[in-house]
């Protein structure tokens, strides 16, 4: 590189020697031709091109220049398409060049219509906003979700059903691949008899896969469950308050820049025994034998027994990126209890469209 310069200096200074009329009138060129035949060529090939710039020797090296110019202006002119923004709530700090103290936030809008059979049959309108913001090692998660149902419940329609819900979780990251999390989740849902559920949990998880394309992880965490009924005059329970194990598994996979697969289980286990319902009276409607506490008088339900209490919901969804901000989505759910409340029934399916805002 060195040896690059100096000859480039050395052509200029040449060039500018041989502009000069003094130097014209001094210079001798068949002496330098005689002693130094290098530099005499350089110097006739420097005037040439001074004097012929449209010479064909003097534009041997512009092609590959103007190429290189054409190249450029060809690169600026077409930039990459701009890509939505990414999930990266999902990700591991520890993926974005490592923890950021610079605070990072979204929030996201999901507006749809569901159809729904089991417990409740009828159309449900779903308002959701999730709200997601990093700083460090420390990623946030808060969710307010809002249903209005116009359905039937046991074929018989059902008015003012609704279901408020607000969700909060903080997560850890320890590295790459494992994090800490806790959260607390309350919420009411008429259609299953609740007046209020609280869940506060703390657990741990592990990032399986986190990939630009695939991201999978799990959570598994212990905490205390509080369910007041509406109907406590069912079965003579008002409440009941009992240790729950937590799991919690997450898929989202890129399938290409507009479209995507969505995917969780969500599972809320008793680690202690609960009471099971189950009718008053047999079909002959003589008194269930089964029944081990004194019924209600006038009540349809008595308690039968006892068990552990586990709910699993599953989602399946696809997702259509429109643009930076919109999204369109189909999602398929489902939902069993095994020991559901009085008056209600163990199982839930739905199908919804919906449309999603998301701003970051």
Known sequence: MAKLHFFYAATLGAS???????????????????????????????????KEPENSSC?????????????????????????????????????????????????????????????LDGEQFHVEVDYFSRVNTWTNYLTLIYEKDDVKQSGVVALDKKHYAFNYGGRYDFNQTWFGQGGYIIEQDTSQSLDRQQVVYAGGGIHILDTDKVNLSTMLALGKQHDKFINAEAVGIGSLDYSVAYFVEQLSWHISQSISINQSVSWLHSLESLPDLGPSKTSGGLANPQCISPVVAGS???????????????????EYQINAYISLLYNFSYEKDNMPWAGVEGTDKSNNLSVRARFQ
């Open 300 to 318: 349809d339900y008595c308690v039968v027994g006892s068990g552990s209490k586990s709910k699993l919901e599953f989602i399946l969804g696809l």
């Open 16 to 50: 500018a020697f041989l502009s000069s009329p003094l130097a014209a009138q001094t210079i001798d060129i068949d002496y330098l031709k005689t002693t130094n035949p290098e530099l005499y060529q350089q110097l006739m090939a420097v005037e040439l091109c001074r």
């Open 59 to 119: 534009q041997a090296g512009l092609p590959k220049k103007n190429a290189a110019i054409v190249t450029e202006q060809h690169t600026k002119a077409e930039p990459e398409a701009a890509r939505p923004p990414g999930k990266w709530w999902y990700d591991s700090s520890y993926d974005q060049d490592g923890p950021d103290d610079q605070w990072q936030h979204a929030v996201q809008v999901t507006v749809d219509l569901e159809e729904m059979s089991g417990n």
